[in-house]
């Protein structure tokens, strides 16, 4: 199992992430290249550093006041082995797991790769769907978009639909 991933940065306490505070990992590498990202310098893969899940993981315990964490992008589902493996790591923690992602859920629940479904059965908020420039509203909280939903992912998966959080 790989034990680093690509980022592009790390924000160490955020509170426009996700409820509560939260540490933020900006992967390195995006497919979707949305007309007017927020975070253009995240869509090459190959820029960006490795870090090591463990060293991170590190720096998640030493802040008491954390919430949960974030992974956003680029997209985390381009690196979901170590992805998964960190959330799971967190959620022993007792923190929570929220994923920004550039797909829907529906379309994540079709790609069926072991190391993709593992990392979103780890995610508890998941934020969906491409950013979309003509859509472009920043009244909604921890959304760009009015097409991005804020998701719950235990129950959507329990009930077999989308649950909004």
Known sequence: MKNTVRISGIVQESIVDGKG?????FTQGCPHRCKGCHNPQTHNFHS?????IQAIYQEICQNPLLSGITF???????????LAKLAEMVHKK???VTTYTGYTLEQLCTINTPDMQA???QTDILIDGKFILEQKDLSFPFRGSRNQRII???QSLKQ?????A
Do not use: A, H
């Open 48 to 52: 960006g550093t490795e870090r090591e």
């Open 119 to 121: 990392l979103l059965k």
């Open 94 to 96: 007792g923190l929570n």
């Open 72 to 82: 956003s992008g680029g997209e985390p589902f381009c690196q979901p082995t170590p």
């Open 152 to 154: 719950d992912v235990k």
């Open 21 to 25: 505070l939260r540490y933020t990992i």
């Open 160 to 164: 077999n639909t989308v649950v909004l």
